[in-house]
């Protein structure tokens, strides 16, 4: 079983404020600079959409969406295009390239003060209502999967994960939360010892 689609959400630290404007020049300076080494097309400006998608980097393989979904902002990454048989190749592919673009964020000059992302909790999405049902047969069918992926990623740290509980036609969403871990170099350090 794959998804159709698989979504990571990386969430901002808002304890100061953040220019929504100013990441439509950053994305597209992204894709004349090929900055995520992928093909990326366009991006779209959905601000003015209450608790919305907000500015979208669109792409051949990946959507990178500014996402302010229930008031709490960060960076929504889709997989569009699944290559493989199984969650967990397709959840750590997510997770690697919401990194990636995370950590360009936290290093872009033009945010004063610089984007920091709280990595102490994520969410997890699937795009796919009829492989991916809202409810607990879902959850037990890829938890070890799940498990496994969030468990490289996050290292040593005591990883929790949780099914969002709410309406069955909405999206099966996880969320997940690692002790221990607070910013994008914690996950970058567990990545590289290959804990």
């Known amino acids: 079983m794959i998804p159709f689609r698989t979504q990571v959400k990386f969430f901002l630290d808002t304890s100061s404020p953040i220019d929504e404007a100013l990441f439509t020049g950053v994305f597209q300076r992204w894709i004349q600079d090929n900055a995520l080494g992928e093909l990326l097309i366009d991006v779209a400006d959905y601000r003015h959409v209450f608790q919305g998608p907000g500015t979208v980097l669109i792409g051949h393989e ?7 979904r229930d008031g709490r902002i960060g960076l929504l990454y889709t997989r569009k295009r ?3 048989e199984d969650v967990a190749t397709q959840l750590r592919t997510s997770l690697q390239r919401d990194l990636k673009a995370a950590q360009l964020l936290e290093h872009e000059a033009a ?6 992302f709280n990595i102490s ?3 997890v999405r699937f795009v796919d209502r009829l492989q991916f049902q809202n409810n607990p047969a879902t959850f037990d069918s890829i938890k070890d999967d799940v498990t496994a992926a969030l468990s490289e990623f996050f290292g040593a740290a005591a990883v ?3 099914p969002v509980q709410g309406d069955v036609r909405d999206l099966f969403a996880l969320r997940v939360t690692a002790s221990g871990v607070t910013s994008l170099a914690d996950v970058k350090e567990a990545l590289k010892s290959g804990v």
């Open 111 to 116: 945010f004063k003060p610089a984007l920091k």
């Open 121 to 123: 909790e994520i969410e």
């Open 62 to 68: 990946s959507d990178y969406t500014i996402d302010n």
């Open 82 to 84: 699944q290559t493989t």
């Open 160 to 162: 929790q994960i949780e």
